[in-house]
């Protein structure tokens, strides 16, 4: 579905300061992976995202997608952020980005519908309200009670979980997840965590997700990469990580790069 092939990323080139950030980097992502990406901060992690998402152009390399009815590859690699937004979604670790803190639930609501529905003209009607109304009661906060009231009168955890909500409403190809739960209280991360879980099975959903731990890393999803140094060092598949625990992979990636982990209590976590 996404491809991607010798990405590379230096930022300061020429500077005292310069930072490889992405190395020739090469990825197949497949329709209906769910590949969670672990690595020390620094590792690449959210640059990578950035390139996929168009926040950052690639010095070098390419990215390609294919559409769901396996139409031809299509270079992506310079178009820009607003456009790859129309079908790829990104929920970031601060649950106050995702939604308009000063707009109402179901006017937020209306624009993901409005941008999973790409070219249609639509207004929020009673038809509407209610499908609004349907989808926040499976959230399980009394959301579908709260419709007319300003987001920013919700908690981070509910505001996180709306829009989660909301981005699966708009109906990416790939949704990135940026340590999504990280900032959450462990009751709303493990809430939005199965949220996150269902929406991928009931929608056949291609996602990728950084998390710090490494618990989530191996027991959900299909996939897992290890990432660092700007580089992907590990790419195992479901049946391989299921096999391993948290320390078989810090004893990996001792065996790779010959050095500790810069957080190894974290990726413990």
Same mark, same amino acid.
């Given at each position: 579905?996404? %491809?991607?092939?010798?990405?590379?990323?230096?930022?300061? +080139?020429?500077?005292?300061?310069e930072?490889?950030?992405?190395?020739?980097?090469?990825?197949?992502?497949?329709?209906?992976?769910?590949?969670?990406?672990?690595?020390?901060?620094?590792?690449?992690?959210s640059?990578?995202?950035?390139?996929?998402?168009?926040?950052?152009?690639?010095?070098?390399?390419?990215?390609? /997608?294919?559409?769901?009815?396996?139409?031809?590859?299509?270079? $992506?690699?310079?178009?820009?952020?607003?456009?790859?937004? +129309?079908?790829?979604?990104?929920?970031?670790?601060?649950? /106050?980005?995702?939604?308009a803190?000063?707009?109402?639930?179901?006017?937020?609501?209306?624009?993901?519908? !409005? %941008?999973?529905?790409?070219?249609?003209?639509?207004? *929020?009607?009673?038809? *509407?309200?209610?499908?609004?109304?349907?989808? *926040?009661?499976?959230? =399980?906060?009394?959301?579908?009670?709260?419709?007319?009231d300003n987001?920013?009168?919700?908690?981070?955890?509910?505001?996180?979980?709306?829009?989660? /909500?909301?981005?699966?409403?708009?109906?990416?190809?790939?949704?990135?997840?940026?340590?999504?739960?990280?900032?959450?209280?462990?009751?709303?991360?493990? $809430?939005?965590?199965?949220?996150?879980?269902?929406?991928?099975?009931?929608?056949?959903?291609?996602?990728?997700?950084?998390?710090?731990n490494?618990?989530?890393?191996?027991?959900?999803?299909?996939?897992? *990469?290890?990432?660092?140094?700007?580089? $992907? $060092?590990?790419?195992?598949?479901?049946?391989?990580?299921?096999?391993?625990?948290? +320390?078989?992979?810090?004893? +990996?990636?001792?065996?790779? !790069?010959?050095?500790?982990?810069?957080? =190894?209590?974290?990726?413990?976590?």
């Amino acid at each position: 579905m996404i %491809k991607v092939e010798n990405l590379s990323v230096v930022f300061s +080139r020429g500077t005292p300061d310069e930072n490889i950030a992405l190395k020739n980097i090469n990825l197949n992502i497949k329709r209906g992976d769910f590949i969670t990406i672990i690595g020390s901060n620094g590792a690449g992690k959210s640059t990578l995202y950035n390139v996929i998402a168009g926040t950052y152009p690639p010095e070098s390399g390419s990215i390609y /997608l294919r559409g769901e009815n396996n139409e031809k590859w299509r270079d $992506i690699t310079r178009e820009p952020e607003y456009r790859r937004a +129309r079908y790829i979604g990104r929920i970031f670790q601060n649950p /106050l980005l995702g939604t308009a803190g000063n707009m109402a639930l179901e006017d937020n609501m209306l624009i993901c519908r !409005k %941008k999973g529905y790409k070219g249609l003209k639509i207004s *929020l009607n009673h038809k *509407l309200r209610e499908e609004f109304r349907a989808h *926040l009661r499976e959230l =399980d906060m009394g959301l579908e009670n709260r419709m007319t009231d300003n987001v920013g009168l919700l908690s981070g955890g509910q505001r996180q979980a709306l829009t989660l /909500l909301m981005t699966v409403m708009s109906r990416p190809d790939l949704l990135l997840l940026d340590e999504h739960t990280a900032a959450l209280d462990p009751r709303n991360a493990e $809430i939005v965590m199965k949220m996150t879980l269902r929406f991928a099975a009931e929608y056949n959903l291609t996602v990728m997700m950084i998390t710090h731990n490494m618990t989530h890393a191996l027991q959900f999803g299909t996939r897992l *990469l290890m990432m660092d140094s700007g580089e $992907i $060092i590990l790419d195992m598949d479901k049946a391989e990580k299921e096999k391993l625990t948290a +320390r078989d992979i810090v004893e +990996r990636f001792h065996a790779i !790069k010959h050095r500790d982990l810069a957080n =190894d209590e974290m990726l413990l976590s």
